[in-house]
C-alpha cells in the first residue's frame, strides 16, 4: 500500500505524516513534505541554499509559513 509522502509505514490514527530530504549540491534539491503535501521543493520555487523551514499548526496541519535560512553567506 502506498503511505502519505512515500513513507515506509503509515502513521498511527491522530498523527501527521512528514518527510524530509536533503539536497545534494545544486543537483537536488531539499524537499518537504507533510501529510501528503509538498510544501516546499525546486518545482515549488520556495527552497535556497541553507536552512529551510516550514511552520505547521501542530493541531490541524495548517502551513503557516515557509523560509530559508542561508548558513553560507552569512
Do not use: E
Not at 501527521?16 to 501529510?35: D, E, L, M
Not at 516546499?40 to 536552512?51: A, E, P, T
Not at 503557516?64 to 542561508?70: G, P, R
Amino acid at each position: 500500500p502506498r503511505h502519505k509522502c512515500g513513507n515506509q509505514k503509515g502513521c498511527p490514527q491522530n498523527y501527521f505524516a512528514f518527510k524530509i530530504t536533503s539536497g545534494a549540491a545544486n543537483v537536488v534539491g531539499p524537499s518537504i513534505c507533510f501529510n501528503d503535501r509538498i510544501l516546499m521543493s525546486s518545482v515549488k520555487n520556495n527552497i535556497g541554499r541553507g536552512l529551510n523551514i516550514a511552520l505547521v499548526n501542530g493541531s490541524n496541519g495548517q502551513l503557516l509559513k515557509t523560509d530559508t535560512f542561508d548558513m553560507y553567506s552569512g
